[in-house]
């Protein structure tokens, strides 16, 4: 801006010089003419610089270089032979300047208010995405727990349907069931027999698979595992609910097929024990595979009946899995 001023003061100094046909000298000194563009800012530098006699007022030099000193001056002076009239000018004011705004600085406000805009929409568009996705956070919490519910009742419901299921199953498919008869005691010397029922529950067939039906005379109340399993029962590959009870025999007692009156004796004395032991595997109409086990032992009781007979009956001995129905 110091310089556009000095500029517009040159050009103003330039044409007053003109105008009165001398040219401008400052604090009296006379100045050949010359580069007064040059001469002019190097006395407004001075003057800024603090050397002149009042910073209010800005002293315009003539137009051609000023003298070093006062000395050089003179003897310019003498060796032109005459000194020219000087002619002093004294601003006392700067002239007004005016800065107009074109049309770059408005394209420039215009320009930073359009990215202001821009800048504003994405701010309010992320702001929008953010509640959405809180919302469809929301939405799928919700769901979420409707899906938890649902998924419970559906256990729920496949749970009961698997239990009427096995209610439906359990009501129409086979059971078999063992009976031991009891003993006629005490038994007379001779072939034992001992008798068994093998009695159908449910609406369907049973299709027997393998079967076994043993007695064995032992000195243990507690039988034994043992790997025997024989005879065979004498029951149908079928048993259908038209023929549900199914009566058996099973002759001798192991390892003897005729009892005699020593072990009769034992028995009643509560030193022998009569065991009589079994299973049946078969399958029902739904292909599953089942089987029922017994294991049972003659016990008699301490007490003894007017006639000295002692009463007695059959007792289930060994693990539940000797006794069991699946």
């Given at each position: 801006?110091?310089?556009?001023?000095?500029?517009?003061?040159?050009?103003?100094?330039?044409?007053?010089?003109?105008?009165?046909?001398?040219?401008?000298?400052?604090?009296?000194?006379?100045?050949?003419?010359?580069?007064?563009?040059?001469?002019?800012?190097?006395?407004?530098?001075?003057?800024?610089?603090?050397?002149?006699?009042?910073?209010?007022?800005?002293?315009?030099?003539?137009?051609?270089?000023?003298?070093?000193?006062?000395?050089?001056?003179?003897?310019?002076?003498?060796?032109?032979?005459?000194?020219?009239?000087?002619?002093?000018?004294?601003?006392?004011?700067?002239?007004?300047?005016?800065?107009?705004?074109?049309?770059?600085?408005?394209?420039?406000?215009?320009?930073?208010?359009?990215?202001?805009?821009?800048?504003?929409?994405?701010?309010?568009?992320?702001?929008?995405?953010?509640?959405?996705?809180?919302?469809?956070?929301?939405?799928?919490?919700?769901?979420?727990?409707?899906?938890?519910?649902?998924?419970?009742?559906?256990?729920?419901?496949?749970?009961?349907?698997?239990?009427?299921?096995?209610?439906?199953?359990?009501?129409?498919?086979?059971?078999?069931?063992?009976?031991?008869?009891?003993?006629?005691?005490?038994?007379?010397?001779?072939?034992?027999?001992?008798?068994?029922?093998?009695?159908?529950?449910?609406?369907?067939?049973?299709?027997?698979?393998?079967?076994?039906?043993?007695?064995?005379?032992?000195?243990?109340?507690?039988?034994?595992?043992?790997?025997?399993?024989?005879?065979?029962?004498?029951?149908?590959?079928?048993?259908?609910?038209?023929?549900?009870?199914?009566?058996g025999t099973v002759e001798g007692i192991f390892p003897k097929m005729n009892l005699e009156q020593p072990d009769i004796e034992a028995i009643d004395a509560g030193k022998k024990f009569i065991h009589f032991r079994g299973f049946i595997r078969y399958e029902d109409v739904f292909g599953t595979e089942r089987s029922t086990r017994f294991r049972r032992v003659w016990e008699l009781s301490k007490?003894?009946?007017?006639?000295?007979?002692?009463?007695?009956?059959?007792?289930?001995?060994?693990?539940?899995?000797?006794?069991?129905?699946?």
């Open positions: 801006m110091k310089l556009l001023a000095f500029a517009v003061l040159s050009f103003v100094l330039q044409v007053s010089s003109a105008s009165a046909g001398k040219a401008p000298a400052t604090l009296g000194d006379s100045v050949p003419p010359g580069n007064s563009v040059q001469n002019i800012s190097a006395t407004y530098r001075a003057q800024n610089s603090g050397t002149g006699a009042n910073r209010g007022e800005t002293l315009v030099a003539q137009g051609s270089a000023p003298a070093l000193d006062s000395t050089s001056n003179r003897q310019s002076t003498s060796g032109n032979g005459a000194s020219e009239p000087t002619q002093t000018v004294k601003v006392s004011d700067l002239p007004p300047l005016s800065i107009t705004k074109d049309w770059s600085d408005r394209a420039y406000w215009l320009f930073t208010f359009f990215l202001v805009a821009v800048g504003g929409l994405q701010v309010f568009l992320l702001w929008g995405n953010l509640r959405a996705i809180e919302r469809q956070a929301n939405q799928m919490e919700r769901q979420t727990g409707i899906l938890e519910k649902s998924v419970a009742l559906a256990e729920k419901s496949a749970e009961t349907a698997r239990q009427n299921i096995e209610m439906f199953i359990s009501r129409e498919r086979a059971h078999l069931r063992v009976e031991v008869m009891p003993l006629e005691w005490p038994l007379p010397p001779g072939p034992a027999k001992l008798k068994y029922k093998v009695t159908l529950h449910g609406a369907t067939e049973a299709y027997i698979t393998s079967s076994c039906a043993r007695a064995e005379i032992m000195d243990s109340l507690e039988p034994p595992d043992d790997a025997k399993w024989w005879p065979a029962m004498s029951i149908p590959q079928v048993i259908s609910p038209n023929n549900r009870v199914l009566e007490v003894r009946n007017p006639d000295g007979t002692r009463p007695a009956h059959w007792g289930k001995r060994g693990s539940p899995k000797d006794n069991s129905e699946t």
